[in-house]
């Protein structure tokens, strides 16, 4: 019975032109994060709220709604992000600034991120990187990007700047880089984009030697026992994680460093808790599937592009981009090859506005190969 609704499904992905390569590494993914988030809360959520499974069903929420949103999106047809790019533009500075709102806005870990909506909370700078970044492919699309490009690089410092009075720098610098790889792969002068690269290093860098708490982080990771019980702490608990899961792992939900030792485990660093409950072995698994997830998205960015539809081109290679530098940061921060920096795992970290973004992205992907498969279609019909 099971395997004939499999069967039906899969039959209907392969008429809409949807990549099943694609779609089963996005399952695989949020299957490891679904068990994995499990394991990495049930102690803590027993101790702390008497159910073992908060933290799982409040996440199997968000994989429900984002599954939704992806199913709504896949539905909008391209052409929209053409003709409301600049909505897109506006709303990403209007929700960036609406977390300095009293009373809609607060304040929690030093960090003015967040909007509350009663049933669910917003980390805003999520939403408003990934709508700039939905402009910004329009804006490339429609204008010559010589042309454009410093006045794209002031409108995106600008909502940057936004994002660090939100004491988020993680989300400003994943905003900077994407948005410098996408003019990069679009074709813009390479001198000029490389001045403008080196210029924007400056600031970049006294935010962090200026910053005190930020400076301590980055002391911290170039030798975190010189502190190992502030801010070189979730570095040493991360790197203990990985050096006693071993090739094999201690065994699902046997980790020790999630139990009160390793700070958001569940989240931040969950890549720590995946090396130590099921080894190396298990970690070359993950990274070899957002591998080909990703080559996936930049292949459906090249057929787009042959087959005339840039504005999909443009948006899948920005999804792609955007996915691929979050994945390496976290795995870097975790592995402890880059400064400790709060960021979640696509697909996989516990859910919120980053996993809603993340199904927001692939209802675009989606909608991206429908889109081509019809363009496919269209071209064989006109040669008959």
């Known amino acids: 019975m099971i395997n004939e609704r499999i069967k039906k499904l899969l039959i209907i992905i392969e008429g809409l032109g949807i990549d099943k390569v694609f779609i089963t590494c996005v399952f695989i993914l949020l299957s490891i994060g679904l068990v994995m988030i499990t394991s990495a809360t049930l102690d803590q959520a027993y101790q702390k709220l008497n159910n073992p499974f908060h933290f799982t069903i409040k996440h199997s929420i968000y ?160 030798d975190p026992w010189q502190d190992s019980t502030g801010a070189g702490y979730q570095l040493i608990a991360s790197e203990l994680a990985f050096s006693s899961g071993g090739l094999f792992g201690l065994g699902l939900g ?52 042959e087959n005339g539809l840039l504005i999909g081109s443009f948006l899948a290679n920005m999804i792609g981009l955007l996915i691929t530098f979050q994945a390496i940061i976290h795995m870097m921060v975790n592995i402890g090859l880059a400064p400790t920096k709060g960021m979640g795992l696509p697909l996989i970290s516990y859910g919120g506005t980053n996993l809603l973004c993340m199904f927001i992205c692939i209802g675009i992907l989606i909608r991206i190969q429908i889109e081509n498969k019809r363009k496919i279609s269209q071209a064989v019909q006109r040669g008959y």
């Open 63 to 222: 994989l429900l709604l984002g599954i939704s949103f992806a199913y709504v999106i896949s539905h909008i047809k391209l052409k929209f992000y053409e003709d409301y790019s600049k909505l897109f533009l506006i709303l990403s500075f209007i929700i960036c600034i609406l977390v300095f709102i009293p009373g809609l806005g607060f304040e929690a870990k030093g960090a003015r991120r967040w909007i509350s909506l009663g049933f669910i909370t917003v980390q805003v700078s999520e939403i408003s990187r990934l709508f700039i970044l939905i402009w910004l492919s329009s804006y490339i699309l429609r204008n010559d990007i010589n042309k454009i490009f410093y006045k794209s690089v002031i409108i995106v410092l600008f909502l940057s700047s936004i994002i660090i009075f939100q004491r988020d720098f993680g989300s400003m610098f994943l905003l900077i880089l994407t948005f410098f790889s996408l003019m990069l792969m679009s074709g813009v002068n390479f001198k000029k984009w490389l001045s403008t690269a080196i210029l924007l290093i400056i600031p970049i860098v006294l935010l962090v030697i200026l910053t005190p708490y930020r400076f301590k982080r980055v002391i911290s990771f170039i």
């Open 254 to 305: 046997s980790s020790i460093q999630k139990l009160n030792y390793l700070p958001e485990a569940y989240n931040d660093f969950i890549f720590a808790v995946i090396a130590e409950e099921l080894g190396l072995l298990f970690v070359i698994l993950v990274i070899f599937t957002y591998i080909i997830m990703i080559t996936r998205i930049f292949i459906l960015a090249h057929k787009s592009a």
